[in-house]
T-cell receptor, first 114, second 115 residues
Framework: DQQVKQNSPSLSVQEGRISILNCDYT??????FLWYKKYPAEGPTFLIS?????DKNEDGRFTVFLNKSAKHLSLHIVPSQPGDSAVYFC?????????????FGQGTILTVHP | NAGVTQTPKFRVLKTGQSMTLLCAQD?????MYWYRQDPGMGLRLIHY???????AKGEVPDGYNVSRLKKQNFLLGLESAAPSQTSVYFC??????????????FGQGTRLTVV
C-alpha cells in the first residue's frame, strides 16, 4: 500500500524551462511534506518543505504547492539548471507522535539538458 | 561539519553471514532512523529511535535488529543475511520536534550486496 506516490519515474526538460514534479498521497493524517534531492552515491538532501496549513512555499528557484483536497503536491523549479539533474523524492510525515518518521515516494529522475 | 556518517560505505556478504552497520551523528539529534532504498520503492523505514536506549520498528523491520546505546550512535544489525537484504541503507537523524516538524538529515549510504 503505497501511501505516497510519484507516478512519473522520469522527467526531461531543457535548461531555463520549468520543471514540475508531482506527488500524490492517500493518508489524511499526513500534515508535513518535504522534497529531497539525491545525487548518485550520495544521501538524500533536504530541498524544501510545506506544512498542511499552507498551500505554497517558496525558496529561491523552488516552489512547492499543496492541494489538500486533492491530496496532491508539486515541486516547481524555475528556471531549471543542469545541476538540478538528480532523483527527487517526495516525503510525508504525520506529525504528532510520528517522531519525524518519513514516508517516501518512489522518486522521479529529473534530467535537465543544456 | 560531519553531520551523519555511515560505516562502511560498501559491503558484500554471503548468505547467512552477519554484520553491523554503524551510524554516527554529531548534531546532538534526538531521533535517528534506518531506511533502505530499493529500485522503484523509494526509501522505506526499517527501525527508528526517539532517544538513547529506545528503539522501535518501522515499516520493514524483519531480519534486522538495532541498538542505540549512545545518543550519537545508531547500529543496524543483520543476524543472518539474505539476498533480499541487498539494498542501499541510509541512516538519518532529526532534532526533537518542537511542535513543528523538521527535516531529517541523511548519511551517504551503505551499499550492501548479499550473495
Amino acid at each position: 500500500d503505497q501511501q505516497v506516490k510519484q507516478n512519473s519515474p522520469s522527467l526531461s526538460v531543457q535548461e531555463g524551462r520549468i520543471s514540475i514534479l508531482n506527488c500524490d498521497y492517500t493518508n489524511s493524517m499526513f500534515d508535513y511534506f518535504l522534497w529531497y534531492k539525491k545525487y548518485p552515491a550520495e544521501g538524500p538532501t533536504f530541498l524544501i518543505s510545506i506544512s498542511s496549513i499552507k498551500d505554497k512555499n517558496e525558496d529561491g528557484r523552488f516552489t512547492v504547492f499543496l492541494n489538500k483536497s486533492a491530496k496532491h503536491l508539486s515541486l516547481h523549479i524555475v528556471p531549471s539548471q543542469p545541476g538540478d539533474s538528480a532523483v527527487y523524492f517526495c516525503a510525508a510525515s504525520a506529525g504528532g507522535t510520528s517522531y519525524g518518521k518519513l514516508t517516501f515516494g518512489q522518486g522521479t529522475i529529473l534530467t535537465v539538458h543544456p | 561539519n560531519a553531520g551523519v556518517t555511515q560505516t562502511p560505505k560498501f559491503r558484500v556478504l554471503k548468505t547467512g553471514q552477519s554484520m553491523t552497520l554503524l551510524c554516527a551523528q554529531d548534531m546532538n539529534h534526538e531521533y535517528m532512523y534506518w531506511y533502505r532504498q530499493d529500485p522503484g520503492m523509494g526509501l522505506r523505514l526499517i527501525h527508528y529511535s526517539v532517544g538513547e536506549g529506545t528503539t522501535a520498528k518501522g515499516e520493514v523491520p524483519d531480519g534486522y535488529n538495532v541498538s542505540r546505546l549512545k545518543k550519537q550512535n545508531f547500529l543496524l544489525g543483520l543476524e543472518s543475511a539474505a539476498p533480499s537484504q541487498t539494498s542501499v541503507y541510509f541512516c538519518a537523524s532529526s532534532p526533537l520536534d518542537r511542535g513543528w516538524n523538521t527535516e531529517a538529515f541523511f548519511g551517504q549510504g551503505t551499499r550492501l550486496t548479499v550473495v
